[in-house]
DNA sequence: CTGTTGATCTGCT
DNA sequence: GCAGATCAACAGT
Protein backbone atom coordinates (compact mmCIF):
# COMPACT_ATOMS: atom_id res chain seq x y z
CA UNK A 1 0.00 0.00 0.00
CA UNK A 2 1.55 3.63 -0.95
CA UNK A 3 2.22 5.89 1.93
CA UNK A 4 0.58 9.17 1.51
CA UNK A 5 3.19 11.93 0.22
CA UNK A 6 4.17 15.01 2.28
CA UNK A 7 2.34 17.06 -0.56
CA UNK A 8 -1.43 15.53 0.59
CA UNK A 9 -0.92 17.46 3.72
CA UNK A 10 -0.15 20.67 1.79
CA UNK A 11 -3.10 22.04 1.47
CA UNK A 12 -6.38 23.59 3.48
CA UNK A 13 -6.83 21.81 6.40
CA UNK A 14 -10.40 21.60 5.78
CA UNK A 15 -9.96 19.40 2.59
CA UNK A 16 -7.12 17.25 4.21
CA UNK A 17 -9.74 16.26 6.97
CA UNK A 18 -12.08 15.26 4.78
CA UNK A 19 -9.98 13.54 2.32
CA UNK A 20 -8.41 11.35 5.43
CA UNK A 21 -11.43 9.21 5.11
CA UNK A 22 -11.06 6.06 3.96
CA UNK A 23 -7.16 6.59 4.06
CA UNK A 24 -5.48 3.65 6.42
CA UNK A 25 -4.00 4.46 10.03
CA UNK A 26 -1.29 1.80 10.75
CA UNK A 27 0.76 0.81 13.42
CA UNK A 28 3.93 -1.11 13.98
CA UNK A 29 4.97 -2.50 17.37
CA UNK A 30 7.81 -5.20 16.75
CA UNK A 31 6.47 -7.98 14.92
CA UNK A 32 2.55 -6.54 15.89
CA UNK A 33 1.26 -5.02 12.92
CA UNK A 34 -2.11 -3.17 13.61
CA UNK A 35 -4.12 -0.74 11.32
CA UNK A 36 -7.91 0.72 10.86
CA UNK A 37 -9.73 2.74 8.23
CA UNK A 38 -9.88 6.15 9.07
CA UNK A 39 -14.27 6.83 9.01
CA UNK A 40 -14.26 10.19 11.13
CA UNK A 41 -12.13 13.28 10.95
CA UNK A 42 -12.06 16.87 12.22
CA UNK A 43 -10.15 20.11 10.76
CA UNK A 44 -8.41 22.63 13.48
CA UNK A 45 -7.05 25.58 11.76
CA UNK A 46 -5.26 28.86 13.43
CA UNK A 47 -6.29 32.07 13.86
CA UNK A 48 -9.74 31.92 12.24
CA UNK A 49 -10.44 29.03 14.31
CA UNK A 50 -11.04 29.69 17.86
CA UNK A 51 -11.62 25.96 18.92
CA UNK A 52 -8.11 25.03 17.80
CA UNK A 53 -5.22 24.54 20.53
CA UNK A 54 -3.11 26.78 17.80
CA UNK A 55 -5.62 29.34 18.30
CA UNK A 56 -3.47 31.61 20.59
CA UNK A 57 -0.36 31.14 19.27
CA UNK A 58 2.64 28.90 19.90
CA UNK A 59 3.34 26.88 23.03
CA UNK A 60 5.13 23.94 24.34
CA UNK A 61 2.57 22.01 23.46
CA UNK A 62 1.40 22.74 20.26
CA UNK A 63 4.49 23.77 18.96
CA UNK A 64 4.64 21.00 15.75
CA UNK A 65 1.20 22.50 14.67
CA UNK A 66 3.58 25.56 13.44
CA UNK A 67 6.02 23.08 11.35
CA UNK A 68 6.41 20.53 8.64
CA UNK A 69 3.22 18.87 7.35
CA UNK A 70 2.55 14.92 7.47
CA UNK A 71 4.14 15.34 11.28
CA UNK A 72 2.00 13.67 14.32
CA UNK A 73 0.92 15.70 16.86
CA UNK A 74 -0.13 13.97 20.11
CA UNK A 75 -1.90 15.29 22.83
CA UNK A 76 -2.67 14.58 26.62
CA UNK A 77 -6.23 15.72 28.12
CA UNK A 78 -8.37 15.40 30.52
CA UNK A 79 -6.11 13.76 32.99
CA UNK A 80 -6.02 10.35 31.01
CA UNK A 81 -6.31 10.73 27.68
CA UNK A 82 -4.16 10.84 24.29
CA UNK A 83 -5.68 12.05 21.24
CA UNK A 84 -3.77 11.99 17.97
CA UNK A 85 -3.62 14.90 15.01
CA UNK A 86 -2.12 14.97 11.55
CA UNK A 87 -0.14 18.31 11.21
CA UNK A 88 -1.73 20.15 8.12
CA UNK A 89 -2.18 23.20 6.32
CA UNK A 90 -1.31 25.40 2.88
CA UNK A 91 0.70 28.20 2.89
CA UNK A 92 -1.51 30.42 3.94
CA UNK A 93 -1.70 29.18 7.33
CA UNK A 94 1.00 28.82 10.02
CA UNK A 95 -0.32 26.24 11.95
CA UNK A 96 -3.05 23.46 11.85
CA UNK A 97 -3.74 20.22 12.40
CA UNK A 98 -6.74 17.02 11.80
CA UNK A 99 -7.98 14.83 14.54
CA UNK A 100 -8.37 11.64 14.35
CA UNK A 101 -11.64 10.74 15.82
CA UNK A 102 -12.63 6.78 14.69
CA UNK A 103 -11.32 4.10 12.79
CA UNK A 104 -12.67 0.76 11.40
CA UNK A 105 -10.47 -1.94 12.99
CA UNK A 106 -8.81 -4.12 10.10
CA UNK A 107 -5.72 -5.73 11.01
CA UNK A 108 -4.42 -6.74 14.62
CA UNK A 109 -8.03 -6.56 16.33
CA UNK A 110 -6.45 -9.33 18.73
CA UNK A 111 -3.90 -6.48 20.00
CA UNK A 112 -6.71 -3.86 20.31
CA UNK A 113 -8.63 -6.03 22.49
CA UNK A 114 -5.75 -6.67 24.35
CA UNK A 115 -5.15 -2.60 25.13
CA UNK A 116 -8.75 -1.62 25.47
CA UNK A 117 -9.45 -4.95 27.39
CA UNK A 118 -13.20 -5.25 25.41
CA UNK A 119 -13.73 -7.19 22.78
CA UNK A 120 -16.63 -5.41 21.37
CA UNK A 121 -15.29 -4.86 18.09
CA UNK A 122 -17.98 -1.63 17.91
CA UNK A 123 -16.33 0.00 20.49
CA UNK A 124 -12.43 -0.73 20.13
CA UNK A 125 -11.87 2.39 17.67
CA UNK A 126 -14.83 4.56 17.74
CA UNK A 127 -13.81 7.71 19.57
CA UNK A 128 -10.26 9.66 19.48
CA UNK A 129 -9.08 8.83 22.81
CA UNK A 130 -10.05 4.97 22.30
CA UNK A 131 -7.98 4.27 18.83
CA UNK A 132 -4.52 5.64 20.52
CA UNK A 133 -5.49 3.31 23.68
CA UNK A 134 -6.06 0.51 20.96
CA UNK A 135 -2.82 1.66 18.86
CA UNK A 136 -0.64 2.51 21.91
CA UNK A 137 -0.39 6.01 20.72
CA UNK A 138 1.43 8.38 23.56
CA UNK A 139 3.44 11.50 23.45
CA UNK A 140 6.56 8.71 22.35
CA UNK A 141 4.75 9.13 19.27
CA UNK A 142 4.56 13.39 19.51
CA UNK A 143 6.58 14.83 16.27
CA UNK A 144 6.75 11.15 14.42
CA UNK A 145 6.98 11.51 10.54
CA UNK A 146 3.72 10.16 9.33
CA UNK A 147 5.12 9.58 5.53
CA UNK A 148 7.92 7.81 6.53
CA UNK A 149 7.52 3.72 6.45
CA UNK A 150 8.17 3.28 10.15
CA UNK A 151 6.18 2.78 13.56
CA UNK A 152 2.89 4.53 12.24
CA UNK A 153 2.53 5.98 9.35
CA UNK A 154 -0.85 6.39 6.95
CA UNK A 155 -1.32 4.63 3.61
CA UNK A 156 -3.66 5.03 0.48
CA UNK A 157 -7.07 2.75 1.42
CA UNK A 158 -10.66 2.60 -0.21
CA UNK A 159 -12.26 5.46 -2.64
CA UNK A 160 -14.72 7.24 -0.93
CA UNK A 161 -17.51 9.28 -2.86
CA UNK A 162 -18.43 12.77 -2.07
CA UNK A 163 -22.38 11.27 -1.56
CA UNK A 164 -20.91 9.38 1.28
CA UNK A 165 -19.45 12.04 3.61
CA UNK A 166 -21.45 13.84 5.92
CA UNK A 167 -20.17 17.37 7.87
CA UNK A 168 -21.17 18.32 11.23
CA UNK A 169 -20.48 20.39 13.74
CA UNK A 170 -17.54 19.09 15.62
CA UNK A 171 -17.42 17.09 18.75
CA UNK A 172 -16.78 18.35 22.37
CA UNK A 173 -16.16 22.45 21.75
CA UNK A 174 -17.91 25.04 22.82
CA UNK A 175 -16.14 27.59 20.42
CA UNK A 176 -16.93 27.93 16.83
CA UNK A 177 -19.53 26.04 16.33
CA UNK A 178 -20.57 27.02 13.56
CA UNK A 179 -17.97 25.22 11.44
CA UNK A 180 -19.03 21.74 10.07
CA UNK A 181 -15.57 20.67 10.25
CA UNK A 182 -16.58 17.60 11.48
CA UNK A 183 -16.04 14.62 8.62
CA UNK A 184 -17.30 11.12 8.65
CA UNK A 185 -18.33 8.48 6.28
CA UNK A 186 -21.92 7.34 5.86
CA UNK A 187 -23.33 3.41 6.74
C1' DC B 1 1.14 29.94 43.18
C1' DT B 2 -3.99 28.63 42.78
C1' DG B 3 -8.12 27.57 40.43
C1' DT B 4 -10.59 26.44 36.30
C1' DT B 5 -11.35 24.30 32.00
C1' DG B 6 -11.00 20.85 28.57
C1' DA B 7 -10.92 18.28 20.81
C1' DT B 8 -12.71 11.97 26.67
C1' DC B 9 -14.15 7.44 28.29
C1' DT B 10 -15.97 4.34 31.72
C1' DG B 11 -18.94 2.69 35.10
C1' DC B 12 -22.70 3.35 37.77
C1' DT B 13 -27.58 5.16 38.49
C1' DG C 1 -27.61 11.29 32.84
C1' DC C 2 -23.61 12.14 35.81
C1' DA C 3 -19.29 11.57 38.59
C1' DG C 4 -14.65 10.41 38.55
C1' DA C 5 -10.12 9.87 36.80
C1' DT C 6 -6.23 13.67 37.36
C1' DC C 7 -2.58 16.54 33.37
C1' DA C 8 -1.41 20.80 30.74
C1' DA C 9 -2.40 25.41 29.47
C1' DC C 10 -3.92 29.68 30.91
C1' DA C 11 -5.93 33.57 33.60
C1' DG C 12 -5.97 35.61 37.75
C1' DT C 13 -4.15 36.68 42.43
Not at 81 to 86: A, G, K, R
Not at 104 to 120: N, S
Amino acid sequence: MTILPRSFYARDTVDVARDLLGKLLVRRIGQHLISGTIVETEAYRYRDDQASHSFAGLTDRNKVMFGQVGIAYVYFTYGMHYCMNVVAKDTNFEAGAVLLRALEPKQGIDFMIRQRKTDQISNLVNGPAKLTQAMQITKKQYGDDLTKRSSLFITEGIKVQYSDIIARSRIGIKKATDKLWNFSIKN
